[in-house]
Each structure stands twice: as C-alpha cells, then as structure tokens.
C-alpha cells in the first residue's frame, strides 16, 4: 500500500515563512508539518515571536525552529526538500526539452517509486497570504496551483493539471489574475519540466513576481556553515564600517578579536591553505596559476592583542580555529539576514562552531528585534534549555517502522514549563535519538 502523504508546512507572514509541505521525497513518505505559528505559550513570547503582520494581528510567528534526530533520520532531507522548491522556482524556466529534474522519490514502496513528489508553501508577503504548491516527477510537473489572499478570502490565481488522457495540460485562470490572453500564451510556452510561476514571471507577470521574488529576495538555504566561502564576509569588511560591525559580531562571542585587517597582493600558490595536500597542491598549481594569473587575490589577517604589551599581532586564516573561521564565513550573511529580515535554513548548524558559538547565534537572533527567522538542525542539546528555546520551537525527526521519516513536535508531549527537556529527550522520552543495538567492541 502507498504511503501516506507527507507533509511539512512552514507559514509566510509579511516576509516570512509560515508552513511548508513535502511528500514523497526522499527519505519522506508520509506527509509532515513543520510550522513557525506560535503556540499559547507564554515563556519568551517577546523574545521568540513576532506579530506576523496581518490586519487582525492575532497571529503571532516563531523567530526560530530546531529539528534533532538521529543521524539519516531525515532532518537533511527537509532542508533539502525546501532547497529542491527554490531551485525549481528559480532556475525551472531556463530548462530545456528533456531535462529531467534531480528529483528523487520516497523508494521502499513501488507505488511511491513511480509516484509524484509533491511541495506545498504559505507566505505572507505585503499582507497578502500565498498559498502556492507544485507535484512532479523527474519527467513533468504534474500540477502547479497558486491561491492568494488579498482580502481574506481564497482566490486561485492558477491551476495547471497534466492530463493523462491527452497528454496536455489543462489550466484554469482567475479573471483577478491579471494577463488576459498573456496567460494563455505563457502557458503555451511552458515546458513539462518548467513551472508557468517562474516562466510567467519572465515574461513580465508582475502580478505573480511577487512570490518569485519572495524565493529570490527572501529564502537563504545553507548545507552547513563549514561549507560556506568568506567571500561575502570579506566582501563586507572591505566597507569600513561593515568591518568594525563584523569585528563586534564576533567579539560578541568572545573571540577576542582586535580587528580584522584586509591584504589584497597577486596571487602566488602559496597562498593556498596548508592544509592542502601537497600532492594536490602539485597537480592543480599549474592550472590554478594560469587561472589567477596577474590577479590580485585579498587575504583576510586577525589581529589579535599581545597580553602584557597590547601589541597588534596579525594571525593568518589558516592560523585561527575551525570554529573562528567557520563563524567568520557565517557573520556576513548573518548579518544580511537579520538586516534585511530573510529566513535562513541551515543543515547541521553546530558544524565547526561550538556549542557556545551556537547559543550565541540563536539568541543574537531573538535579541535583534529583526523578523528574521532561523530554521535549523542540529545534535547540541544543551540548546533544549527553556531558557533558550520556547516548547513550540522543538521538532524532533525518526524513521517508523516503514523506514520513513517522521517530523514531530515537542509540543505532542505536552512538556511542563521548565520541564528538564534536554534530560527528557537523552532519556529517550520524546523520541528522536539514536537506538543502538549491543555491540561487542573488544571481543568480550
């Protein structure tokens, strides 16, 4: 029998992401729900939660969300289930005739082997709710649907329907979808592997540009922090006053940093990281140097106070810890987030950075005042501390019985306030932690 569906929702309110739905995907079968609603609680409500916007103002948005789990429990494949809809959004209209889309099904079920994947989103965006989703197998878009809600009623701008009977798609239009015979052109123009969202939006549908542009402007998804360049960062400490702002941010984590200098100098092999095998230094020396040549290439310096003398002392990158670096790379698009009120998703966000380093994200986050909102993964539990987090702020990710992944909250357990949460889920209480079996490591 097929699984049931599998549904993560995440809610946009005012720039902001409410629900997210994803089914078969992956190691997901069954339909789960991750949502950023604010529950009643009262602990950090000013702190943890915002007005979402809405002319009623009774709903209220999560800053920040964490989801733990074993490993291959399937809290990477939420995040990248989110990646996979914005790169769809994004790219889909440059596709050619043909090209499959990356798209891997849910593969221990032969009905949900050759079934369709299926991602659903809410946003709020101006005070407007989006509803939009997307079905699609690696050949086609199987249904595409937008729903808008200008005045607190359901309008369904679009719906696009692959017909199997004869091979085309049927679409219906809302007379408040403005276009007239456009639409029908675009469509026309839209490929099986494309989305009409993403090709309208190409040709001019300011109407629907709207939630493109909430992809484009507003989502920011990260594999992991140790993965992420220092270009952007270092492209910002070339602003002085973007320098000084870095140079706080990471002194805020007391990493005792004086000041963060720039050399900018032609480029020369070495100036590759030490830690490049020297095997691989040989090989791609001569390739590298072809590429850079006559290029000048910036290289960031720490500088660091001498303890009795208070001297200047400059530490090369290579030469700071892989939590400094990693904290480093991450400050520049930290600070975009929150400036400018994105959301940002991070898989394993504890990678590199120590636990302390990962409290001190979270709560500059919830301190900023900014509608930015965090969603991440990660095995720290000393984050479970309520002094931190809110109960609605917990998801917890396992694989049941059918080796699918299954998303739920904290909230199902109904924890006390001040309840010893982090005692309760490494006691194995609220499930998502690693079963071992016996294992005789020394033969005894």
């Known amino acids: 029998m ?33 949502t950023l609603v604010a529950s009643a609680y009262d602990e950090l409500q000013d702190l943890n939660t915002f007005d979402a916007g809405l002319p009623d103002a009774t709903l209220h948005l999560l800053r920040s ?50 079934g369709d994947s299926k991602f659903e989103i809410t946003i709020i965006e101006a005070g407007v709710r989006y509803e939009y989703g997307v079905s699609c197998n690696s050949r086609r878009i199987s249904e ?38 456009k639409r029908h052109d675009w469509a026309q123009d839209t490929l099986e592997n494309t989305l009409y969202l993403s090709k309208s939006v190409q040709n001019n549908q300011e109407q629907l540009r ?28 070339a602003e002085k006053n973007d320098r000084r702002r870095i140079v706080e941010f990471l002194n805020a984590a007391d990493l005792g940093i004086a000041d963060i200098r720039l050399k900018e100098a032609a480029f020369s092999v070495d100036q590759l990281p030490k830690n490049v095998p020297k095997k691989v230094r040989e090989q791609f020396a001569q390739q590298i140097a072809k590429d850079l040549n006559g290029k000048n290439v910036t290289s960031v310096k720490f500088v660091h106070q001498d303890v009795l003398t208070q001297e200047l002392i400059e530490f090369a990158e290579d030469e700071e810890s892989d939590g400094t670096r990693a904290l480093f790379a991450f400050a520049g698009p930290w600070l975009d987030v929150t400036e400018n009120e994105r959301i940002l998703v991070v898989d394993e966000l504890d990678t590199s950075l120590h636990p302390m380093l990962v409290h001190f994200l979270v709560k500059h986050l919830h301190h900023t005042g900014s509608k930015a909102q965090l969603i991440f993964t990660t095995h720290d539990t000393s984050l479970l501390s309520q002094k931190i987090l809110r109960r609605d702020q917990v998801w917890f990710m396992e694989k049941n019985s059918e080796r699918a992944s299954n998303l739920y909250p904290l909230s199902d357990f109904s924890p006390r306030e001040n309840e010893a949460i982090e005692r309760g889920y490494l006691n194995g209480r609220y499930g998502g932690i690693p079963f071992l079996k016996d294992l005789d490591f020394y033969g005894i």
């Open 210 to 237: 709207v939630v493109f542009n909430w992809f484009k402007e507003r989502l920011r998804v990260v594999s992991a922090p140790h993965t992420m360049s220092s270009s952007y960062t270092v492209q910002r400490c």
């Open 65 to 114: 969300a964490v989801l733990y789990g074993p490993n291959a429990s399937g809290k990477s494949t939420l995040i990248q289930a989110l990646a996979f809809l914005d790169q769809l959004v994004l790219q889909s209209h440059r596709s050619q005739i043909g090209d499959l889309l990356d798209l891997t099904p849910f593969k221990l079920t032969a009905e949900s082997r050759n």
């Open 144 to 181: 595409e649907w937008l729903l808008a809600y200008p005045l607190g009623m359901p309008q369904k701008w679009f719906h696009r329907v692959w017909d199997v009977n004869t091979a085309k798609y049927v679409y219906k239009f809302s007379t408040k979808l403005g276009g007239g015979r």
């Open 2 to 34: 097929f699984c049931a569906k599998i549904e993560l929702k995440i809610n946009f309110l005012t720039k902001m992401l409410v629900e997210f739905s994803v089914t078969n995907f992956r190691s997901i079968c069954q339909r789960q729900t991750l």
